[in-house]
Structures are given as structure tokens and as C-alpha cells.
T-cell receptor, first 112, second 114 residues
């Protein structure tokens, strides 16, 4: 079983829809949670960074963390065709190397 | 502009050859990382370095080697021992290895065995 599970999609939605992307994880030591957006053939870019449980909002993006359920979500409001990309969740904990553990990514397509 | 530069963007390797992927950063970050990305598998950690002249194996280090002689540079060599090297390789850096801060990524190198 992978440490981080993420539905690969593809997820296709019409422009303006609310998108929900999710990851589950098994390692209770994870405390720092990130969402990266990756366009085709490009490096990932950081979208959201959260610590522990709770919500964080940044413009059209909201990140939620539920540590009791080991479940994190990214919501995109008023989705745009430019949001079409692969979304990767990533997380880390208080281990020596502090390297990120990634989900496999969800491919999102927003149809105009 | 500060950032991470990976080169080349595309690389072709013949069977039995070693190839080296370049990663340079001007962010003054201590920690650097190499990840491999395959379709449907996300990013897997190959090697990481927390400080100059030090590096550690990640989850899939077999068939790869690295060096960290300078703070800004962390080259990755894909050796002939790596049996399935075709993949997208990503280099990342972080300000301090012991801090749980975000990692910044380069634009990647796509390696293909021909």
C-alpha cells in the first residue's frame, strides 16, 4: 500500500465548476501538507501549504486537512481552462530527511 | 531571477551509456533533491543532499549517483546499471533540510533510452 493515495483521474469539468481534489495517507507522522500544480512537461509549482488540521484559503483555492481521517482536499472555485493541469499532493513530517512524499497526481481538464 | 535550472531539457541515452543531468540553483538553498516521475506513479525520491559534500540515498537510488561539491550544484548521473531509465527527472531545492518548508522545482529533464 502506498503511503499517499490519490485518484489519477482524469477529472473533466465545465468552466465555472467547483473542483474537489483529494488525497488519503497512512503515515500519522505527516504534519505538513502541500498541493502542487504541474502543467504538461513542466516542473511542479507550489499552490498551497498547510500545517496540521484546518482550512486555508488563497483566492479561488482552498486547502483542507483532516488529520483524524488522514484526508486532505483542494477545492478550486470558478474553475478556468487555465486550471487544466495535474495536481499533486505532497506531505512531510518530522523525519530526518524532510523530503516530500507525493501522491501520484490527479489530471484535471476544465472544458470551456 | 532566482530559481532552479535543469539541463538539458531532453536527453537521449544509448544502452550501456552513463549520462549526467545538470541541476543548478541560485536560491542559496542548503538542501537539494532528485526525483523521478513516471506516468501514474507520482514523484519518487532518488537522492537528496542536506548540505555541501553530503548526500543520502532516497527510495530508488539503485543505478544512480550524485555529487554535491558546490552548494549551487547537484548533478545526477544515470548509470548503465539503471535498467529502466526512461523517465522525467526533477530537481528540487529547499532552504534548509530540517525545515518543513516548501520545495521549489526545476523544469525537468526528459530522458529517453534509444
Amino acid at each position: 500500500q502506498k503511503e499517499v493515495e490519490q485518484d489519477p483521474g482524469p477529472l473533466s469539468v465545465p468552466e465555472g465548476a467547483i473542483v474537489s481534489l483529494n488525497c488519503t495517507y497512512s503515515n500519522s507522522a505527516f504534519q505538513y501538507f502541500m498541493w502542487y500544480r504541474q502543467y504538461s512537461r513542466k516542473g511542479p509549482e507550489l499552490l498551497m501549504y498547510t500545517y496540521s488540521s484546518g482550512n486555508k484559503e488563497d483566492g479561488r483555492f482552498t486547502a483542507q486537512v483532516d488529520k483524524s481521517s488522514k484526508y486532505i482536499s483542494l477545492f478550486i472555485r470558478d474553475s478556468q481552462p487555465s486550471d487544466s493541469a495535474t495536481y499533486l499532493c505532497a506531505m512531510s513530517g518530522d523525519t530526518g530527511r524532510r523530503a516530500l512524499t507525493f501522491g501520484s497526481g490527479t489530471r484535471l481538464q476544465v472544458q470551456p | 531571477d532566482g530559481g532552479i535550472t535543469q539541463s538539458p531539457k531532453y536527453l537521449f541515452r544509448k544502452e550501456g551509456q552513463n549520462v549526467t543531468l545538470s541541476c543548478e540553483q541560485n536560491l542559496n538553498h542548503d538542501a537539494m533533491y532528485w526525483y523521478r516521475q513516471d506516468p501514474g506513479q507520482g514523484l519518487r525520491l532518488i537522492y537528496y543532499s542536506q548540505i555541501v559534500n553530503d548526500f543520502q540515498k532516497g527510495d530508488i537510488a539503485e543505478g544512480y549517483s550524485v555529487s554535491r561539491e558546490k552548494k549551487e550544484s547537484f548533478p545526477l548521473t544515470v548509470t548503465s546499471a539503471q535498467k529502466n531509465p526512461t523517465a522525467f527527472y526533477l530537481c528540487a531545492s529547499k532552504e534548509r533540510a530540517v525545515m518543513n518548508t516548501e520545495a521549489f522545482f526545476g523544469q525537468g529533464t526528459r530522458l529517453t533510452v534509444v
